[in-house]
């Protein structure tokens, strides 16, 4: 089955590097992404990774694949006040690329 | 240019009334679709059209009536909805095709109101 979950809240330093998990089920994903929603906007793709990867590095961001544990994260370093929002990981399926699964969203506050 | 647009913002409609929503992309994507966002949860997927073609209905009540005019516009058309309807609707455009990544982006949303 199809199910995506990440952790609800997390809290950090300004300058400090936040990390962010998700875990899914499903092993036949393709690609996984990250999504950023800012209050009241819609969804901002940040980066996204093959499932054949470990790990992509876009600036700031890094994201790590561990598709043996199903495990995905999003590092994001030097962590400003502009980053709080929630984030999304989100799976596309290797049957049906057009389907997103969304995780469950981990809303990160940075604080001074 | 990654610009999906969407219109209303922001609208408010009593439950026997017609409304459209309206959404256009110029990137020349193949595919685009409808998310509804209740608040603090995630989208979830409504329609998909690919090639102006419905390829996806997620079992949506046929309150909501899709409409892909071309290649650059998806509509939203709502007749008789429910207060519990009442979220954020989100259109997304993704050019994917084979070999490609299916990254979809989205627009900012229109915040519906039932009342």
């Known amino acids: 089955g199809e199910d995506v979950e990440q952790s609800l809240f997390l809290s950090v330093r300004e300058g400090d590097s936040s990390v962010i998990n998700c875990t899914y089920t499903?092993?036949?994903?393709?690609?996984l992404y990250w999504y950023k929603q800012e209050p009241g906007a819609g969804l901002q793709l940040l980066t996204y990774?093959?499932?054949?990867?470990d790990m992509k590095q876009d600036q700031r961001l890094t994201v790590l694949l561990n598709k043996k544990d199903k495990h995905l994260s999003l590092r994001i370093a030097d962590t400003q006040t502009g980053d709080s929002a929630i984030y999304f990981c989100?799976?596309?399926?290797?049957?049906?690329?057009?389907?997103?699964?969304f995780g469950t969203g981990t809303r990160l506050q940075v604080f001074p | 240019d990654t610009e999906v647009t969407q219109t209303p913002k922001h609208l408010v409609m009593g439950m026997t009334n017609k409304k459209s929503l309206k959404c256009e992309q110029h990137?020349?994507?193949?595919?685009m679709y409808w998310y509804k966002q209740k608040a603090k949860k995630p989208p979830e997927l409504m329609f998909v059209?690919?090639?102006?073609?419905?390829?996806i209905n997620e079992s949506v009540p046929s309150r909501f009536s899709p409409e892909c005019p071309n290649s650059s516009l998806l509509n939203l058309h709502l007749h008789a909805l429910q207060p519990e309807d009442s979220a954020l609707y989100l259109c997304?455009?993704?050019?994917?095709?084979?070999?490609?990544?299916?990254?979809?982006?989205f627009g900012p949303g229109t915040r519906l109101t039932v009342t």
């Open positions: 997304a455009s993704s050019q994917g095709d084979s070999g490609l990544a299916y990254e979809q982006y």
């Open positions: 499903d092993s036949s994903s393709t690609y």
């Open positions: 990774i093959f499932s054949n990867m």
């Open positions: 989100a799976e596309s399926m290797e049957y049906n690329t057009d389907k997103l699964i």
């Open positions: 990137m020349g994507h193949r595919a």
């Open positions: 059209y690919s090639y102006e073609k419905l390829s």
